[in-house]
């Protein structure tokens, strides 16, 4: 038996990178209230278009579950992805007049983070997509719920920081945790170490893809 969990191996061996994300300056922006609303809405599209590729990872992820827990489990979270993020997505561009086609999703940043992760779950096993995808929750829902504390002038970024520090989602990043945790007990080092290193290139891919709103 490990002395160490596995996610809290991961976060140790990632702190650096984990701290240099939830640090980002999209987050410091919106956390000192001045994220500007062009930023904010290149943001909206990348974004987007990112929910629909979660959609297919979290498939893979779902094809590849040993357990009907799992696959339950990893079902609700493509409900909730086709049926509530992708309708956020659709109702925040209406209401914003933002029109998703007029912009360049050809970025190679935000390409990266397209590919890199769809990868993962599509050349990994079921832990590649776990800890590729708890890279991304557990990040967002540490920032958020920080950034919940914030005042915000644009009731559509209140919504989004606020759909991230919610139980819900946290639930969500927690069960991540947890998959990490209970198998990872049972793990050869080395496989500890290779889970570990996919979420610290999850974690880089997420920088660049922040970093290209600001272009
Ligand atoms: C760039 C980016 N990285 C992570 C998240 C966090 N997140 C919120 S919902 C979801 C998919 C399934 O739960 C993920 C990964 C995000 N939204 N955008």
Same mark, same amino acid.
């Given at each position: 038996m490990a002395a160490e969990t596995l996610s809290e191996q991961i976060l140790r061996e990632n702190a650096t990178v984990f701290e240099a994300m939830v640090k980002h300056r999209f987050v410091e922006d919106i956390v000192m209230e001045r994220l500007s609303p062009q930023v904010f809405e290149r943001y909206l599209v990348y974004e987007g278009a990112f929910v629909e590729t979660a959609i297919s990872i979290f498939a893979f992820a779902a094809a590849k579950a040993e357990t009907i827990e799992q696959k339950r489990w990893l079902i609700a979270v493509l409900d909730a992805l086709a049926n509530q993020q992708i309708a956020y997505f659709e109702r925040i561009f209406a209401e914003r007049n933002i /029109?998703?086609?007029?912009? /360049?999703?050809?970025?190679a940043e935000v390409d990266a983070f397209r590919t890199g992760m769809l990868d993962i779950a599509r050349n990994g096993g079921f832990l590649d997509t776990v800890a590729a995808m708890f890279a991304a929750e557990w990040m967002y829902w540490t920032w958020s719920k920080r950034a919940a504390r914030s005042s915000f002038a644009d009731p559509h970024l209140k919504e989004w920081v606020e759909m991230h520090a919610d139980d819900e989602f946290a639930a969500q990043a927690k069960w991540l945790k947890q998959e990490l945790d209970v198998a990872g007990d049972a793990l050869e080092a080395s496989e500890r170490k290779r889970l570990s290193a996919i979420f610290g290139r999850a974690q880089q891919l997420e920088i660049a893809f922040h970093d290209a709103a600001y272009v």
């Open positions: /029109d998703p086609g007029a912009y /360049d999703l050809n970025v």
